[in-house]
């Protein structure tokens, strides 16, 4: 019953195709139809099944990730018939993957866009077109970065422009949110005054542009765009770190940019004075600005995000089962994504609805990533041996502050990084009452935010509680 393969020729393949092209422009907008749409090409028809070609193996991963449902569910709207889409590399991959570091291509999505004929000005890497402001939930972790990112996006546009600070320097795990605001500020800016010149990419990218363009004996016009720009946004800085000559360029372009206040934000996985492979003078000067941490992501955030996402999704998930994810997936955001992707995209297949035993049998394998959960006992050690009093003192009734603050502190973590209730915390600690605990956890979130000292100790606590087996 094997149809023959039909040519993509046919008058009303193509008329159906570029319907789906204007729809897809209209939805996701111009910026990202360019950087990852417009270079798809209708090849076949085959049965059911549209193949789509597009020019290199990271657009049809990106594409596959990002669009291919729309574009199936566009497609079957044009014509029923159409079940399936195919997103293949059609050959002629552009140069850019072909001289681009092979590692770099795959590391990181916001990797170099082939540039079109014509289009090679573009030296920046293409926007995620979710990554705004508005799709950005905000929380206790992620508060400063925001505020500083709103600021800078704000200030850049209109007529009294003005540079708040500089550099902006965001730093943070991975998968908390850095790359999602630098595209947030940069859609801001675009969206509110699109005459300003600014450019956004990887640290990687930078380091491939800039090796390009010495190998073309073309530094001239690679230092002209790079100066020319009113906004500069590197991220993951700390690739650059050790790569000398790059080093030394990077250098000499944020030293010309700061100097002529433009705007500068800089992101990397550690704060400037951690950067390990910058020359000292480099690290100095990133954190002039200001300098603001992402920090791990609480409990509160996790469910916010996910009560964002199923929301954008227009999907019905029992409370519960965000509860029970926010309590389980505790590693980053974009793990999160992931798994209310997958349970999203399963109940969607076998049609059924969304719970928590669902949720567990459809991401066993990240479930018991997560899972290297910690204990109560091991806070208890843990907070004991940091603030140098005896594990007892966890059970004891002695109410000396020396004690006393310490065993809050344990309490805040036992909440937050365990999924144990109030009343079976409470008993771990000496058969304490539920509110105790609830009242150690209210003062130590008080406390933790205007006392740096305690703030950073908690977090030194629960990097090494959630590390523990990783390092
Ligand atoms: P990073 O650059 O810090 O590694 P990303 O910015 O790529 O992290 O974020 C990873 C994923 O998590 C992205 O899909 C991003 O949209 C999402 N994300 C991170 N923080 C938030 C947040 N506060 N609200 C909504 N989505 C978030
Ligand atoms: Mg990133």
């Not at 291919?68 to 590399?89: H, K, M, P, Q, S």
């Not at 082939?114 to 905000?138: M, S, W």
């Not at 705007?263 to 954190?287: N, W």
Request: glycine share 6%.
């Amino acid at each position: 019953m094997a149809k023959p393969t039909m040519p993509a020729s046919g008058g009303d393949m193509q008329a159906q195709w570029a319907r789906v092209r204007g729809r897809l422009r209209e939805e996701f907008g111009e910026a990202a139809f360019r950087s990852w749409l417009k270079s798809m090409t209708l090849a076949e028809v085959d049965e059911n099944c549209v193949r789509i070609g597009v020019p290199t193996r990271f657009l049809r991963d990106w594409v596959a990730a990002h669009y291919a449902d729309r574009v199936r569910a566009l497609w079957n709207a044009e014509n029923a018939a159409v079940t399936a889409v195919d997103i293949f590399v059609s050959g002629g991959a552009a140069q850019a993957e072909a001289i681009a570091p092979s590692a770099s291509a795959a590391r990181e999505k916001e990797t170099a866009v082939p540039a079109e004929p014509g289009e090679d000005k573009e030296i920046g890497a293409a926007l995620d077109p979710r990554f705004t402001f508005e799709n950005f939930v905000v929380g206790k972790p992620n508060e400063l970065a925001h505020a500083a990112a709103r600021r800078v996006a704000e200030s850049s546009v209109g007529p009294g422009r003005s540079v708040p600070f500089n550099p902006l320097f965001l730093y943070g795990g991975v998968g908390l949110g850095k790359t999602h605001l630098m595209h947030a500020i940069a859609w801001h800016i675009r969206t509110h005054d699109p005459s300003r010149k600014l450019i956004y990419l990887s640290a990687e990218k930078f380091m491939y542009q800039f090796i390009r363009a010495l190998r073309f004996k073309d530094t001239m016009a690679f230092k002209g765009q790079f100066r020319s720009v009113d906004v500069l946004m590197i991220d993951d800085v700390q690739f650059i770190s050790g790569k000398d000559s790059t080093q030394e360029e990077f250098f000499h372009t944020f030293n010309a940019l700061v100097d002529q206040n433009r705007q500068v934000i800089i992101s990397a996985d550690k704060s400037p004075s951690d950067l390990e492979g910058m020359e000292e003078r480099m690290r100095s000067r990133l954190g002039w600005g200001l300098v603001a941490d992402i920090h791990p992501t609480t409990y509160e955030l996790r469910l916010g995000i996910l009560q964002a996402k199923a929301e954008q999704q227009r999907m019905q998930i029992p409370i519960k089962v965000l509860e029970f994810l926010a309590h389980k997936i505790t590693s980053n955001v974009r793990e999160l994504e992931g798994a209310l992707n997958r349970i999203i995209a399963h109940a969607q297949l076998v049609g059924r609805a969304i719970s928590i035993e669902s949720a567990q049998e459809v991401l066993h394998d990240l479930l018991r990533a997560n899972d290297r959960r910690v204990t109560i006992d091991e806070i208890q050690k843990r907070v004991a041996e940091h603030y140098n009093i005896r594990l007892a003192d966890m059970h004891s009734a002695r109410r000396a502050r020396a004690v006393a603050r310490p065993r809050q502190v344990a309490m805040y973590l036992c909440k937050q990084l365990t999924p144990r209730s109030l009343p079976e915390i409470g008993r771990k600690f000496g058969g304490r009452d539920h509110t105790t605990v609830m009242h150690a956890v209210r003062k130590i979130e008080e406390l933790r935010a205007n006392d740096r000292t305690l703030a950073e100790d908690i977090e030194l606590l629960r990097r090494m509680l959630e590390t523990r087996g990783a390092i």
